[in-house]
């Protein structure tokens, strides 16, 4: 059994779906319900004592000072590249964090059950919840537990794949190279950072899921979506 040491917080991105919204707040700091969408991920991370944290930023940056200011123990890191790569170079900052067991999660989703960023876990891999229906997010399929395929398209019947992932301190440091490799080397930028385990260096990771229900995570990428969840956001739908 492995113990979660560190998470990393990815939180760079510049929320281009919720714009206006994003445009003087970045996304993990907007509020749904009362809540921070960030702070629900800090708050679950820290329920289950894991404590030393780093959140990844970027766009408005500066913003994210007052969770320091709240969580005097966060390490904020800025991603220097965040307007012209994806979000690979959020990893490649954050890449001295990849030494131990981590747990890579992102910042701009609600989480509503804490229990499900727990510490212990036997195999690297992501959090997942099985799907009948059709979804556009990243759909993974099993062999005997062990994610033999991935469609970047979506589809149904399968297991879709969310933003909370954990990692062996080998798979880490594996992880950590491969991401080096990538950006410097072969100066592959535009691409994401779950694409080095999943498609390009597949055969270097032997990956399991988390289960979950999928209602314990709520992800919020459009403005409909954010509508959706808290309806004082309903007046910047467009007729």
């Known amino acids: 059994m492995n113990e979660i040491k560190k998470a990393v917080i990815m939180a760079a991105g510049k929320g281009e779906r919720l714009r206006p919204i994003t445009l003087t707040t970045p996304k993990p700091l907007i509020c749904v319900n009362g ?73 701009d989703q609600m989480i509503n059950d804490p229990s499900i960023l727990g510490r212990s876990f036997d195999r690297s891999g992501y959090t997942a919840a099985w799907t009948d229906s059709y979804t556009n997010e990243w759909l993974m399929t099993l062999t005997d537990d062990i994610v033999s395929g991935c469609s970047r398209n979506g589809g149904k019947h399968g297991w879709q794949l969310y933003g909370v992932s954990r990692w062996t301190k080998e798979d880490a440091k594996k992880l950590r190279t491969h991401t080096i490799l990538e950006f410097e080397t072969k100066q592959n930028k535009d691409i994401y950072w779950d694409d080095i385990p999943m498609f390009l260096h597949s055969s270097e990771y032997e990956l399991g899921i988390s289960k979950i229900k999928g209602n314990e995570i709520r992800e919020i990428d459009t403005i409909a979506e954010l509508a959706a969840a808290d309806p004082k956001y309903s007046e910047y739908i467009k007729d």
């Open 35 to 107: 809540k921070c969408m960030i702070e629900t991920v800090i708050n679950g991370l820290m329920e289950n004592e894991i404590s030393d944290i780093c959140v990844v930023v970027g766009h408005l940056g500066e913003q994210f000072t007052k969770l320091k200011q709240k969580y005097p123990d966060l390490t904020l890191i800025q991603n220097r590249y965040y307007e012209s790569c994806n979000n690979i170079s959020s990893l490649y900052s954050a890449k001295e964090f990849l030494d131990d067991c981590v747990m890579l999660i992102d910042g």
